[in-house]
């Protein structure tokens, strides 16, 4: 006797896991994007602190007395190198809090750091 096997449905519940999967990690992207741009959206909490390491000096920007960003290394270059002073550290960290409290990605990059005359 020969079976046969729905092979439409098996292809149709695939699908839908597979779907159901994609949706779901999208969402938890989404939710994560809201919730940093909920975060920094109170512009009153958000603040900037310099700190100590190492091999230099970093920044840390808190929402509410929350740490969000901790910078302990210049960024967007290759090797990892603490800023060489508190100046330069509060100077980077203070063009990252304006990004933020622009709405905008608080990403940094090598021409933000030219202009900053920020030694790599």
Request: glycine share 4%; charged share 20%; with cysteine.
């Amino acid at each position: 006797m020969m079976t046969t096997t729905n092979t439409k449905n098996q292809f149709f519940w695939a699908n839908v896991q597979k779907n159901f999967l994609f949706t779901t990690v999208k969402q938890v992207l989404l939710i994560s994007f809201l919730l940093l741009i909920f975060a920094c959206n109170n512009k009153q909490g958000l603040t900037l602190e310099s700190i100590k390491t190492p091999t230099g000096w970093g920044y840390v920007i808190k929402n509410n007395n929350k740490i969000i960003i901790k910078q302990s290394i210049i960024p967007v270059i290759e090797s990892q190198k603490s800023f060489e002073n508190e100046k330069e550290a509060l100077e980077v960290g203070n063009l990252v809090l304006q990004k933020l409290k622009d709405k905008k990605s608080p990403t940094i990059t090598k021409k933000d750091l030219i202009s900053l005359s920020i030694k790599t």
